[in-house]
C-alpha cells in the first residue's frame, strides 16, 4: 500500500463528518430499533478505527493537526446511547 496522500487524509477526515451527523441523529432520538442500533455502532466503529490511521511505517499517525475534538464527542455520544 501506497502512503496516503495529503489529500486522501484530509478526505478521509472531512469524511467522517458523515459518521459524527448520523450518531448525532440516532443519540437525538428516544430509542432506537435494533437496525438503527447496529448502524450507530458501525458508525462508532468507524470513527474509532479512522483514529488508528498508520503511516507505511505501521507507527506513526497519518493525523498531524486534525481537531477529533467533535469525532471524540460523537464516539462518546454513541457509546453512551448503545449502553443506555
Not at 477529533?68 to 453512551?80: L, M, V
Amino acid at each position: 500500500m501506497n502512503e496516503r496522500t495529503t489529500d486522501e487524509v484530509a478526505k478521509i477526515f472531512r469524511n467522517a463528518g458523515d459518521n459524527i451527523t448520523l450518531i448525532n441523529g440516532k443519540v437525538a432520538k428516544s430509542s432506537l430499533t435494533d437496525p438503527e442500533k447496529v448502524r450507530l455502532k458501525r458508525n462508532v466503529d468507524h470513527l474509532e478505527i479512522i483514529k488508528t490511521y498508520k503511516k507505511e511505517d505501521n507507527t506513526t499517525s497519518i493525523w498531524t493537526d486534525e481537531d477529533f475534538t467533535d469525532i471524540d464527542a460523537a464516539i462518546a455520544a454513541g457509546n453512551s446511547k448503545l449502553s443506555a
